[in-house]
């Protein structure tokens, strides 16, 4: 069932329900692209608490008016995927760079003096 057909199909109280939802829904997704494009950006933030993303029901057919606003978000969901694949990868090098430093030091054992007697 394409847009128009499932648009003619709605009562006008309907129609704005309907659209509500999808910009509800893209809402959604565009602040969780947000928020892992400002991690990127600022590797030194505290991780924000993850909510477990749950697919919206029901929504139909996405209307031909956010179609635009909907394909920008895909890119930037792709972008920033492969953005975390290659920070992801960076941050694994460095551990085991760091690993490999830490295998040919000697074992740093703490040593204490007691000098009170």
Known sequence: M????MNENLTETEAP???????SALTVL???VDRAEELLRCRDAELPEL??????????????????????LHER???IAE???????ANRAQSAMIEAISATLP?????FVDRAC
């Open 83 to 89: 953005a975390l694949v290659g920070a992801i990868a």
């Open 30 to 32: 565009e602040l969780d």
């Open 2 to 5: 394409g847009v128009s057909s």
């Open 107 to 111: 074992d740093a054992r703490p040593v």
């Open 51 to 72: 909510a477990v993303w749950t697919p919206p029901t029901s929504l139909g057919t996405l209307p031909r008016t956010l179609l635009e606003r909907a394909q920008v």
């Open 77 to 79: 969901q792709l972008k």
């Open 17 to 23: 329900d309907f659209h509500q939802a999808w910009v």
